[in-house]
């Protein structure tokens, strides 16, 4: 059993900045890719960052410049600082962790104000 529990979400305006933080939890060998991803309402769940075990990272286009994705392996953690935050920012934000299988967290809400 695998447990993801997200935190930081919340509301901010727009220029302000947030930190999203998923521990990760139970019967865990190797944690490979961590990432973080997105989904808007009436959009599909994007890819927001990933990192894998060699901290190599990628991002989504949109977020390059204005976010870093980071991860703690001693603690388990993965997390997302985001700068800059933007309106269309505004979505429900997913831990993923691959583990043999992908793991989910239950997502957390950001909203960015105008």
């Known amino acids: 059993q695998v447990q993801l529990v997200e935190s930081g979400g919340g509301l901010v305006q727009a220029g302000g900045s947030l930190r999203l933080s998923c521990a990760v939890s139970?019967?865990?060998?190797?944690?490979?890719?961590m990432g973080w991803y997105r989904q808007a309402p009436g959009k599909q769940r994007e890819l927001v960052a990933q990192i894998s075990s060699a901290r190599s990272t990628n991002y989504a286009d949109s977020v390059k410049g204005r976010f870093t994705i980071s991860r703690d392996n001693a603690k388990n953690t993965v997390s997302l600082q985001m700068n800059s935050l933007k309106p269309e920012d505004t979505a429900v934000y997913y831990c993923?962790?691959?583990?043999?299988?992908?793991?989910w967290g239950q997502g957390t809400q950001v909203t960015v104000s105008s």
């Open positions: 139970g019967n865990i060998f190797s944690i490979s890719a």
């Open positions: 993923r962790v691959v583990i043999r299988s992908a793991y």
